[in-house]
């Protein structure tokens, strides 16, 4: 046990140098590897936890780091790393950790645009809607769905992601261009997979889950930039609908199988970590290789389960409303850890880039973006908490050289769910969202008060932040009229 460390080395607010309104660093200093850079107003910053700071200072001292730890408007503190924060890592020097992954791999979140016009409908169309989605789409603490996988077909999908469901009938090639990484990362190794994790899977390809996975139909409220909300195929008063899953019990099963294997890694490799929660391994070693092996195999995973619920709402739309459309705008990850390459210090690089609760947002021009948002840079598609407006963004050359081509994911929360649950009962949440015009529709009440509006940042001043740090362009507001919940 002599290499776990749990000192905590304070960093305040006060020690943190201005670069702009919207930028903040803290040097690196004593055993620090790294510098660590917030993109955050003043007022959020001196909101944060200071558990956000500590770990970021944590994060830091890990082997092989590269750039700065990056820290995001909607930070908040989690499982070793902040959620909202991006670390990159050295193909050679460096580790990979559960905690810079989360454990619900490939949590995620799409936006499925429609033909529908908001105006147009009635309400008794938007109640079928909320009534047949709810029917439709499983949601829930183990609710499974209507598809059960065989382990040769699990398989898979662990390797083949969004392309085993455009083989099985479940996607178009449109979906596939439409999703990050065409739904798809190379290198996933099914026999890293463990069994107890197999078994948690059964039945959950297709289904929500709970805590703050949700199903929304969401109206485009207002457009920022309309030139690349044209190319985006958004206008003000369409109907849209996004979803937000991940991996389910399958992912999380995952990475607590790893954090036994790099229990054993830190002693055998002598690796010195500030907090037991930064459980790591070498990327070159064999546990490396073989978590990086299966943590591919959730993010496949989570792809194919977001299309799959697509293709379910789909099928409900068009039982529905007559001649409807039903396309992707974009589906986006995050919690996942990836080897990309990046300019480091004037040099291009590859390394292994660990966003924890924060989204890929490639500027104009990268490639990896989908032919037809090469010139105006990739959709980012942030979530709102239950009740408030969502946001889609696009990515820029600032986040590129600043942040890894990484941003923010949602708000943040800033109540943990047992003091949200005592605060907001179910009661007032669902009355609070009747008086906005938002139908709700939850398998738990419980879950209901846990996801509670005010639970969360206020999303406004994080994408406001994020859009004056130039990290990302403002490009449209949703504002939901139907939310399903787990």
């Known amino acids: 046990m002599g290499t776990f460390l749990f000192y905590i080395f304070i ?87 559960v905690g810079g992954v989360g454990f619900d791999i490939n949590c995620g979140v799409r936006t499925l645009k429609t033909n529908l016009i908001y105006y147009k409908l009635s309400d ?12 439709n789409i499983p949601a829930g603490l183990g609710r499974e769905g209507k598809i059960k996988l065989s382990r040769k077909e699990l398989n898979k999908v662990m390797v083949e992601g969004v392309r085993w469901c455009l083989e099985n009938g479940f996607a178009t090639k449109e979906d596939i261009e439409f999703t990050e990484e065409r739904g798809r990362v190379s290198g996933a190794v099914p026999d890293y997979v463990s069994d107890e994790a197999v078994e948690r899977e059964e039945g959950q390809i297709g289904t929500l889950g709970s805590g703050n996975h949700y199903l929304e139909v969401q109206v485009v409220e207002e457009i920022y930039n309309s030139d690349i909300a044209r190319v985006y ?32 890694a830190v002693e055998k ?45 789909r099928e409900t739309v068009k039982k529905i409303f007559r001649d409807v459309e039903v396309e992707l705008l974009y589906d986006v990850a995050h919690n996942t850890v990836k080897e990309e ?110 996801e509670a509006p005010q639970a969360y940042k206020d999303i406004e001043e994080v994408v406001k932040a994020i859009s004056s740090s130039s990290i990302s362009t403002k490009v449209a507001k949703l504002r939901p009229i139907v939310s399903i919940k787990g």
């Open 269 to 313: 490799y002598k690796i010195p970590i500030k907090e037991k929660e930064l459980l790591c391994a070498p990327v070159r070693s064999k546990e490396g290789q073989m978590y990086l092996g299966a943590v591919r195999c959730a993010i496949n995973y989570a792809f194919a389960n977001r299309q799959m619920i697509t293709h379910l709402v």
């Open 341 to 450: 390459t990046h300019v480091i210090n004037g040099k291009k690089k590859k390394v292994f880039v660990h966003r924890k609760g924060s989204t890929r947002g490639l500027g104009a021009g990268v490639e990896g973006i989908p032919k037809k948002y090469l010139e105006v840079g990739q959709p980012v598609i942030v979530g709102g908490s239950m009740g408030t407006a969502s946001y889609i963004l696009a990515g820029t050359e600032v986040a590129m050289e600043k942040t890894f081509g990484s941003t923010i994911h949602g708000a943040g929360r800033t109540l943990s769910r047992n003091q949200a649950k005592k605060n907001f009962p179910y009661e007032k949440v669902v009355k609070q969202l009747e008086m906005k015009g938002i139908k709700l529709m939850s398998a738990s009440k419980q879950g209901v008060s846990e």
């Open 11 to 97: 960093m305040t607010i006060k020690e943190l140098e201005k670069v702009s309104d919207f930028e903040w660093v803290y040097r690196k200093r004593g055993s620090m590897n790294s510098d660590i850079r917030f993109f955050c107003s003043k007022e959020i910053l001196e909101s944060m936890d200071q558990a956000v700071l500590d770990q970021a200072v944590n994060v830091s001292h890990l082997p092989g780091i590269v750039g700065d730890v990056i820290v995001l408007p909607d930070a908040h503190w989690g499982y070793g790393f902040p959620i909202g924060s991006v670390a990159a890592f050295d193909e050679d020097e460096g580790v990979v950790t």
């Open 233 to 264: 195929g958004l206008f003000e008063g369409q109907v849209v609908m996004t979803i937000h899953c991940g991996s389910r019990g399958f992912g999380h099963q995952i990475n607590a199988d790893f954090l036994k294997v790099f229990r054993g």
């Open 124 to 135: 008794r169309d938007i109640e079928t809607l909320a009534k047949k989605l709810f029917e």
